[in-house]
């Protein structure tokens, strides 16, 4: 009986790590383009976002990575010249006083259980967006990481973790936080960055119910 119940936890638990090991590392890096006037950066997945309005999105891995409440989109320098480059040079955006932008990682259950890594690309070469406050909301609640994240011509804004509990909805936002009211969303690369801590728990639970297995074949 106890060798039977073994052998089902040794399987089910290999089952559990392979689609734990399978998402570890994965990486979406999403550039949000103006669908006006698309250009991707290499190496990216472009999000194009209408020119006026909300709600532009991409599919990938049946994720979908949707723009919220966006004013619209824009691209510096024109697609044959962004500026300062193809992926910063283009932005969703959100004026006026607390306003913000910000992507959907998929609905309620979408986004594997894991912690993740958020980058955030945050720029305007056409104008001056000074400090910006950053988050992340699970199911529409806020967690704030930040207030005064600068904007960044190359690197991410503001970089950070979370973890979804592989049920809940999830989302970035950047909000405006001076004078200038503009808030600015270029770019966001999500990476799986770890498999959750009670996967400890199921490896040696497997291990140990492998030995057995190994154990009892001999
Ligand atoms: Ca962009
Ligand atoms: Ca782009
Ligand atoms: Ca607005
Ligand atoms: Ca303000």
Redesign the pocket.
């Known amino acids: 009986m106890i060798r039977r119940f073994n052998s089902y936890f040794a399987a089910t638990s290999v089952v559990w790590l392979t689609l734990a090991i399978s998402s570890y590392g994965q990486t979406y890096m999403i550039d949000i383009n103006d669908a006006d006037d698309p250009i991707t950066e290499t190496g990216w997945t472009g999000l194009d976002a209408v020119h006026s309005g909300s709600g532009s999105s991409v599919l990938i891995d049946g994720i979908s990575f949707e723009i919220f409440s966006a004013d619209g989109a824009r691209v510096r320098g024109g697609s044959a010249s962004p500026t300062p480059n193809a992926l910063t040079g283009d932005f969703v955006f959100d004026d006026g006083?607390?306003q913000a932008v910000g992507m959907f990682f998929g609905g309620a259950g979408d986004l594997p259980r894991g912690v993740w890594q958020v980058d955030v690309y945050i720029f305007d070469d056409g104008s001056t967006i000074e400090n910006q406050i950053v988050g992340w909301r699970k199911d529409g609640a806020e967690t704030i990481i930040g207030t005064d994240f600068l904007p960044d011509a190359t690197n991410p804004a503001a970089t950070f973790e979370f973890l979804s509990n592989g049920a809940a909805a999830y989302d970035v936002f950047v909000r405006?936080?001076?004078?200038?009211?503009r808030s600015r969303l270029n770019a966001v690369a999500l990476t799986y960055v770890r498999i959750p801590e009670p996967s400890s728990v199921v490896l040696l639970g497997a291990l140990a119910a492998l030995g057995a297995m190994a154990f009892r074949h001999r």
């Open positions: 006083s607390n405006e936080n001076n004078d200038a009211n």
